[in-house]
T-cell receptor
Framework: AQTVTQSQPEMSVQEAETVTLSCTYD???????LFWYKQPPSRQMILVIR??????QNATENRFSVNFQKAAKSFSLKISDSQLGDAAMYFC????????????FGTGTSLTVIP | DSGVTQTPKHLITATGQRVTLRCSPR?????VYWYQQSLDQGLQFLIQ???????AKGNILERFSAQQFPDLHSELNLSSLELGDSALYFC??????????????FGQGTRLTVV
């Protein structure tokens, strides 16, 4: 079974600084997707970034980028120039290529942004 | 606004009762996914429907059932409710039903409290 582990229950970052959230996963599959979702206090799940396992290039979306290490089964999220609006719960998620949006989620990391 | 509508936003009910949660997917989306977010279990995939047919089942209890109607809205039925069923129930929708190439959009969830 696939498992996703987020070992940092809480993180904090100074506004305008950079922070990295960690995620590791376990799977025997070779073709899959990895995601970072953001859940602000409004509780809506918002897709931050997505990585396809067969792509070696790390995904980036504006201030958000990932460090995908397939052999190590590691998928960290880097937030640059942190903003107050980045404060939220961040979830790492895995899905197998053939099972669409059936996600396995990690337990989440609560990010606080300090003004 | 993701375009996915869930009703009601909040629901309080007694143990042993039955409730129905409703989800209207984004226009044009054929797949609906249901997720449960609880303190004990985290975020868990429950079930997926694609164009009216059940596509996949996750950790859904036998007391729970779902369906997707011809207009593509979906309902999640929870019966013989227990205190442990208290959770946030999310619906997500996507255009596709198989490969994860299409982005999933989440609703704001229904907060169920069983007393």
């Amino acid at each position: 079974a696939q498992t996703v582990t987020q070992s940092q229950p809480e993180m904090s970052v100074q506004e305008a600084e950079t922070v990295t959230l960690s995620c590791t996963y376990d799977t025997s599959e070779s073709d899959y997707y990895l995601f970072w979702y953001k859940q602000p206090p409004s509780r809506q799940m918002i897709l931050v970034i997505r990585q396809e396992a067969y792509k070696q290039q790390n995904a980036t979306e504006n201030r958000f980028s990932v460090n995908f290490q397939k052999a190590a089964k590691s998928f960290s999220l880097k937030i640059s120039d942190s903003q107050l609006g980045d404060a939220a719960m961040y979830f790492c998620a895995y899905s197998h290529r053939n099972t669409g949006n059936q996600f396995y989620f990690g337990t989440g990391t609560s990010l606080t942004v300090i003004p | 606004d993701s375009g996915v509508t869930q009703t009601p936003k909040h629901l309080i009910t007694a143990t042993g009762q039955r409730v129905t949660l409703r989800c209207s997917p984004r226009s044009g989306d054929l797949s609906v996914y249901w997720y449960q977010q609880s303190l004990d279990q985290g975020l868990q995939f429950l079930i997926q429907y694609y164009n009216g047919e059940e596509r996949a089942k996750g950790n859904i209890l036998e007391r729970f059932s779902a369906q997707q109607f011809p207009d593509l809205h979906s309902e999640l039925n929870l019966s013989s409710l227990e205190l442990g069923d208290s959770a946030l129930y999310f619906c997500a929708s996507s255009v596709g039903g198989g490969a994860a190439a299409t982005e999933a959009f989440f609703g704001q969830g229904t907060r169920l409290t069983v007393v």
